[in-house]
């Protein structure tokens, strides 16, 4: 996923700044033919355009997601309620299609469309996936996830056909359950392979760099950016409540627990294995829930417990085999 900040601070609902307790995220799309994100931004960033505004633009040439609003502003996208609890993200349009009447367009390239559509789609999957783990959000809940035509059903938004419009006109298969699962899905592989440690990540860059951060968003924390991946693991084990990022913001390693909780951990200890029946058990930095969330979950699956350790919010707390941190072990079964 490649996330750019690209935030108006000059549109009106920006300088508002009115903020909201994060319930759920509506999926848009522009609703016409434009598949550039930056002319978008562009226009909106503009003291005189108090139409609307948004959270965030994927765009459809390369799949790039743009953020145009921090998470938690009050967005103007719905048209309804639910500004007041969603986030709404924008998904960009083919430059190949030409609407005729509503949501009605004809297309000149079926096969380009279909390309910008996917990744699009793709795209938005990732950022979803990021953003339930972000709010703690179930994304097959009821209400958690919807599209503007979805909201307008409900009675939350404004009478619009997107993104469901776009998917059916050009045959895709791409439907809003389908959608939901998708990031289910997403969110569950990424805590797979955290705790089986099968992510893969070069040792050295030739470009970019690691970022050691407390979170991908927060860039003001940052500690340093490193060619080599084993300096910058250093540094996050160096500081608690550091992680190491890739240059599209996904984490590359997370420390447990501070170097203070090593004490906990004796060498007689032997591994067991746990089954977890709910996708959204938090990961935690150490063993107690006054330990902050390290914003991973672990999903439903099969975990190795190396450690435990008494701590506060549950009798026993486990460390993760893969490093990516603690989980209660009230709500894991012993196999």
């Keep these: 996923m490649k996330l750019v900040k690209s935030i108006l601070t000059k549109n009106p609902c920006y300088t508002a700044g009115k903020k909201i307790t994060v319930k759920g995220l509506m999926l848009h799309s522009v609703g016409c033919p434009q598949p550039n994100a930056a002319v978008f931004i562009k226009n909106w960033n503009s003291e005189s355009y108090d139409r609307a505004c948004v959270h965030g633009f994927i765009d459809g040439n390369d799949g790039t997601i743009y953020q145009t609003l921090p998470w938690n502003h009050r967005g103007w996208h719905g048209g309804g309620s639910s500004n007041n609890t969603h986030i709404g993200v924008e998904m960009c349009e083919p430059a190949c299609i030409k609407y005729t009447s509503g949501a009605t367009f004809t297309c000149s390239d079926t096969a380009t469309a279909k390309a910008v559509a996917k ?37 939350i938004a404004s009478n619009h056909g997107d993104p469901e419009h776009l998917w059916n006109q050009l045959n895709t298969g791409y439907t809003m359950d389908g959608f939901r699962k998708a990031v289910k899905a997403a969110m569950r592989t990424e805590a797979a392979q955290l705790e089986s440690g099968t992510t893969s990540y070069p040792e050295k860059l030739t470009s970019g760099y690691y970022r050691v951060r407390k979170t991908w968003t927060d860039s003001k924390s940052q500690l340093g950016a490193y060619r080599v991946l084993a300096n910058a693991k250093a540094k996050a084990e160096e500081n608690t409540g550091y992680s190491v990022f890739d240059n599209d913001g996904n984490v590359v390693y997370a420390p447990s627990a501070a170097k203070t909780e090593a004490s906990t951990e004796t060498t007689a200890f032997e591994p067991y294995r746990v089954r977890i029946s709910i996708a959204n058990l ?31 919010g549950a009798t026993k707390w486990g460390k993760l085999k893969s490093g990516a941190g603690w989980i209660s072990l009230d709500y894991a079964k012993i196999i």
């Design 282 to 312: 938090n990961i935690r930095k150490g063993p107690g829930t006054n330990y902050d969330k390290t914003g991973q979950f672990t999903g439903v699956g099969v975990f190795t417990i190396i450690a435990e350790s008494d701590g506060e």
């Design 119 to 155: 990744r699009t789609y793709e795209a938005a999957v990732e950022l979803f996936a990021y953003l339930c783990k972000e709010y703690n959000l179930d994304p097959t809940a009821d209400g958690v996830i919807v599209s503007h035509a979805e909201g307008y059903k409900r009675g």
